[in-house]
Each structure stands twice: as C-alpha cells, then as structure tokens.
C-alpha cells in the first residue's frame, strides 16, 4: 500500500486533481448561477455549498504542491467535502425514490459529489489539523446549516419541498458525524503523535 499513499503526494498526481477540483469548483458555482442571482447579498457566501467545499481542497491542494500545510482549510475541505459529498447522493436518491426518474445529470451529480466525500477523506493522513481548527470549521458548518434550514438557502430540490423539516434534521446529523469523522481520522491521530513524541 505504499505506492498508494506515495501516489497521493505525487505532484503530477496533486497537480491532475488540483485541475479536476478547479474545474468542479467553476462548474458548481455556475450551477448556482440563477439561485445566486435571487439571494440577498448577507446569503451569498453560504448559498453555494459543494464548490464552496472543493475551492477549500483547491487550496488545500495549492499548499500540499507549494510543501505548505494550511490546517484551517484542511479542516473546511475534510468536513464539507465529506458532507456536502454524501449529502447530494442521499437528495439524488430521494428524488429518484420521489419521481421514480434517474438521468445522465442525476447519475453524474452522484458520481462527482461521491468522489467530493472520498477525496477529503483520503488524505485525511497528511493533514495536521489541531482542535482549534476542527471547532472554527465545525462552527462554519453547523451555522451553514442555519442559514440554509432556518433562513432557507439550502439548495434548490422543488420535487424535495414536502420533505424540508426531514432534510434539514437530516442534514444537521450528517454535519455532526461529519465533524465526528474529521476528529478520528485526522485530529485524534495527530494529538496520539504528539503525546508519543512528548513522553519520548
């Protein structure tokens, strides 16, 4: 296994998913194009959630190929990716389960936003995210989830409209197993290094 984590810090591999993420990033927020239009301008930052989450692993990728760590954003890309990621396959799902209609664009909304969750996690490894960093992005996330299920600016699903109550107490378990998640893959084992090293 080996080859595999060397392959994850292989430059021309970063610079390859560093393209692919750029590229997702400017798709996504063109995808928010006409929601964008209609929100208030206080909203605006919050509204788009996925391209939001991979410009965090965009610069995140930017640190890894300049030998920079830059946890904070580490933190944001690990816990949106991953929530953002699996949130749009559950709400794919659930307007498959609704209408009983899957598409080309359903199916790659799915393929890319599962991909989004498994990526931040992959190189959950070489981050170095402290406590301090996880708390600013838990609060980034849980307020998120304020303004989009409180202030509705969650994105825009109309066949979902019945279901926003269940959406947004789904939503607020997903942000909290996804903070959970981050601390056990990447704070935990960073804090158990430190404490090794200090006894040495």
């Known amino acids: 296994m080996s080859w595999f984590w060397y392959t994850l ?52 990728l930017i640190g890894f190929l300049l030998k920079k760590q830059l946890p904070l954003f580490e933190a944001l890309a690990m816990i949106t990716l991953f929530k953002y990621g699996i949130w749009a396959v559950v709400m794919n799902l659930l307007v498959y389960l609704t209408t009983g209609q899957m598409d080309a664009i359903m199916l790659m909304l799915m393929g890319s936003h599962g991909a989004m969750a498994v990526q931040g996690l992959l190189y959950s490894p070489f981050y170095r995210i ?25 994105p825009r699903y109309s066949m979902l409209n019945d279901y926003i109550p269940q959406i947004g107490y789904f939503t607020f378990w997903l942000s909290i197993f996804s903070i959970l998640l981050a601390y056990i893959l990447a704070v935990l084992p960073l804090q158990k290094k430190q404490h090794a090293y200090e006894k040495n």
């Open 9 to 60: 810090k292989d430059k021309r591999f970063l610079t390859f998913l560093l393209i692919v993420n750029i590229l997702g990033t400017i798709y996504g927020y063109i995808w928010y194009g006409n929601q964008l239009s209609q929100t208030p301008a206080r909203f605006l930052l919050f509204v788009p959630d996925s391209p939001t989450a991979s410009l965090f692993f965009v610069i995140v």
């Open 130 to 154: 402290k406590l301090w960093h996880l708390a600013i992005a838990a609060v980034w996330t849980l307020h998120n989830d304020i303004i989009d299920y409180v202030f509705f600016m969650m």
